[in-house]
């Protein structure tokens, strides 16, 4: 049987991230997306992608898809974290 486990990458700030996440999510804020790029490749894919309202994750799919990344746009870390508690 194959996994359904995704990783869930959420691009606020550390602060806001420290305010409420997604369980097991890791946080790697916006600006650090394209310095920590080899550490995004290894992680399992697809990726959701989340933040506060969705246009930081947006805007990091957008990008990460660019170069080939199985990645979306979750948008809000709360409607994520929804998704996941109730599948």
């Known amino acids: 049987m194959e996994s359904q486990f995704k990783t869930i990458v959420d691009v606020r700030t550390p602060s ?6 997604v369980a097991g999510s890791i946080n790697i804020p916006l600006q650090e997306i394209q310095t920590r790029i080899e550490e995004i490749t290894n992680m ?3 990726i959701v992608l989340c933040c506060a309202s969705g246009n930081r994750s947006g805007q990091a799919t957008v990008y990460l898809k660019s170069l080939g990344i199985d990645c979306e746009n979750g948008g809000s870390w709360m ?9």
Not at 16 to 21: L, S
Not at 79 to 87: G, I, P
């Open 16 to 21: 806001e991230f420290m305010g409420g996440h």
């Open 44 to 46: 399992v894919q697809p």
């Open 79 to 87: 409607d994520v974290n929804y998704k996941f508690q109730t599948v």
